[in-house]
């Protein structure tokens, strides 16, 4: 065993620790659904990546490291995907808060494909579910 590479195994696994820490103060603390799928995906992320990285320089063992590569590579695949999917589906439904928002690309992608947000859609549908349900 190799002491500087647990060492350094050991800062890795302390950094993405507090990558992953910062990931999920971000996710409570956050106002609305686009900073929260921000702060989700991309320390968390990172995060991860120290601790595999971490892991693998304190293991020192080929064998770990082929599962290793794997869960990074299907963090990098599916977590930002994810994020995205569920950010764009906040963004139609109308659950953003338009006033963080600098620039709003979106918006003229959706026009131009016909997507149009109706305010109050949300509260016709529970309207209708309420009229919908059988009375005692």
């Known amino acids: 065993m190799n002491p500087v590479l647990d060492i350094?195994?050991?800062?890795?696994?302390l950094l993405g620790a507090m990558l992953c820490f910062a990931a999920s103060v971000g996710l409570v603390r956050f106002p609305d659904v686009l900073t929260r799928m921000h702060a989700a995906?991309?320390?968390q992320t990172l995060g991860l990546l120290f601790v595999v990285t971490g892991v693998a320089l304190?293991?020192?063992?080929?064998?770990?490291?082929?599962i290793l590569v794997l869960v990074a590579i299907l963090?990098?695949?599916?977590?930002?995907?994810?994020?995205?999917?569920?950010?764009?589906?906040?963004?139609?439904?109308?659950?953003?808060?338009?006033?963080?928002?600098?620039?709003?690309d979106l918006?003229?992608?959706?026009?131009?494909?016909?997507?149009?947000?109706?305010?109050?859609?949300?509260?016709?549908?529970?309207?209708?579910?309420?009229?919908?349900?059988?009375?005692?």
Not at 8 to 13: E, I, S, Y
Not at 112 to 125: C, H, P, Y
Request: hydrophobic share 40%.
């Open 41 to 43: 995906t991309k320390p």
């Open 75 to 104: 963090q990098l695949l599916t977590a930002p995907v994810a994020a995205h999917m569920v950010s764009r589906t906040a963004y139609r439904t109308g659950q953003v808060r338009e006033d963080l928002l600098i620039e709003d």
């Open 107 to 136: 918006a003229d992608d959706l026009a131009a494909a016909g997507f149009q947000l109706v305010a109050g859609d949300e509260d016709e549908a529970s309207d209708e579910d309420e009229d919908s349900t059988p009375s005692a």
């Open 58 to 66: 304190s293991l020192q063992n080929f064998q770990a490291l082929g």
């Open 8 to 13: 350094l195994g050991a800062v890795f696994l």
